[in-house]
C-alpha cells in the first residue's frame, strides 16, 4: 500500500505540473497542433480544458460542502501565447487559493460515487494532481518531448486511481477474483472482486492475477495514454481483460 500525499505536497505538484503544462504549450510551434493522445483536440483545445477545468473546480471548492453539482463557469482562453500563459497561470492560482481557503477535510462536491476516496477538499486536489500530470504528458507528446510522470506523482497516482475509479459497491459480474499490481518503486495494492464489488486493500496472499510495472507506465496505462513498456504479468490475464471492459451500473 501507499500512504498518500499531504495536503501542502499536492498543492505543490498542482502548481508544478501545472507550470509543466504551460512550459510544453509555450514552447509548441502552433496551438493548432492535433493532440496524438486526445485526438478530437487541438493543443489549444487542451489548454481550454486545463483552464477553464481548473476554474470550474476552484469555484465547485469555494461553493461548499452543500454543493449539489458541479460549478458552472464561463471562460474563453485568448488565443494570444502571452496572454494564454497568463490566463492559465491564473487559473491555477485561483484553484490553489480555494483549495488553500477551504483546508483538507472540508466537504466538497465530486465526481465519483461508491468509491473508496472521500468526498473532501482533499480528494479534489488529490485528483487534480492527476489530471493536470496526465493532461501534462498529453501536451508533451504533442510537441514531441514526452516525459515520465514524476514518481511521487505516478505512485501516488497509481492509489488515487485504484480507490477513485476501481473501488465501487457495485457486484462484479464474473467469478471472483484478486487482483495485485506491484510497482517496480515498491508499493504494491491488492483488489478483490466479488458481489459486493471492488476494494482495494494490502497485499495479503496470492492473487488470481498480478501485473508488475514503473508507477509512470501504470497511470499512463490507466489513463489510454500508453501501453506499458515492460509489463510483468502473471497469472489470469482474463481478469484485467474483464476490468478494462466492466462499466459497473
Same mark, same amino acid.
Given at each position: 500500500?501507499?500512504?498518500a ?7 505543490r505538484?498542482?502548481d508544478?505540473?501545472?507550470t ?5 504549450? @509555450?514552447s509548441?510551434p ?6 496524438p493522445? $486526445?485526438?478530437? &483536440?487541438?493543443?489549444?483545445d ?5 483552464g477553464?477545468g *481548473?476554474?470550474?473546480?476552484a469555484?465547485?471548492?469555494a461553493?461548499?460542502? !452543500? #454543493? ?11 488565443r494570444?501565447r ?7 497561470a ?14 483538507? !477535510?472540508?466537504g $466538497? &462536491?465530486?465526481?465519483w460515487?461508491?468509491?473508496? @476516496?472521500p468526498r473532501? $477538499?482533499g480528494?479534489?486536489? *488529490?485528483?487534480?494532481v492527476q489530471? +493536470? ?13 514526452p ?6 506523482v ?10 477513485? $475509479?476501481?473501488a465501487?459497491?457495485?457486484?462484479w459480474?464474473?467469478e ?6 506491484h +510497482?517496480?518503486?515498491?508499493p ?6 466479488? #458481489?459486493?464489488?471492488? *476494494? ?9 492475477t498480478s501485473?508488475?510495472?514503473?508507477? @509512470?507506465d ?15 504479468? !502473471? ?6 481483460d *474483464?476490468?478494462?471492459? &466492466?462499466?459497473?451500473?
Amino acid at each position: 500500500m501507499h500512504n498518500a500525499l499531504g495536503f501542502p505536497d499536492l498543492l505543490r505538484l498542482i502548481d508544478e505540473r501545472s507550470t509543466a503544462f504551460r512550459h510544453a504549450v @509555450s514552447s509548441a510551434p502552433s496551438l493548432d497542433a492535433q493532440v496524438p493522445t $486526445c485526438p478530437d &483536440w487541438t493543443l489549444y483545445d487542451l489548454a481550454q480544458h486545463i483552464g477553464g477545468g *481548473r476554474r470550474v473546480w476552484a469555484a465547485t471548492v469555494a461553493a461548499g460542502p !452543500d #454543493a449539489t453539482a458541479k460549478a458552472k463557469v464561463t471562460a474563453t482562453a485568448p488565443r494570444e501565447r502571452e496572454a494564454l500563459d497568463a490566463w492559465l497561470a491564473e487559473s491555477t492560482r485561483q484553484l490553489l487559493d480555494a483549495l488553500r481557503e477551504a483546508g483538507p !477535510d472540508r466537504g $466538497c &462536491w465530486v465526481g465519483w460515487v461508491n468509491s473508496q @476516496s472521500p468526498r473532501t $477538499c482533499g480528494a479534489v486536489a *488529490r485528483h487534480q494532481v492527476q489530471e +493536470l500530470a496526465v493532461h501534462t504528458y498529453d501536451a508533451q507528446v504533442t510537441v514531441g518531448d514526452p516525459q515520465p510522470l514524476p514518481e511521487e506523482v505516478a505512485v501516488d497516482g497509481v492509489d488515487e486511481f485504484l480507490h477513485t $475509479c476501481v473501488a465501487t459497491t457495485y457486484a462484479w459480474p464474473h467469478e471472483p477474483a484478486t487482483l495485485q499490481y506491484h +510497482l517496480t518503486e515498491g508499493p504494491s495494492w491488492s483488489i478483490r472482486f466479488d #458481489a459486493d464489488g471492488a *476494494r482495494i486493500g494490502p497485499v495479503d496472499g496470492e492473487a488470481d492475477t498480478s501485473a508488475t510495472t514503473s508507477a @509512470s507506465d501504470f497511470v499512463l496505462w490507466f489513463y489510454g495514454r500508453a501501453e506499458p513498456g515492460e509489463l510483468k504479468l !502473471d497469472g489470469d490475464p482474463r481478469v484485467i481483460d *474483464r476490468l478494462i471492459a &466492466w462499466e459497473p451500473a
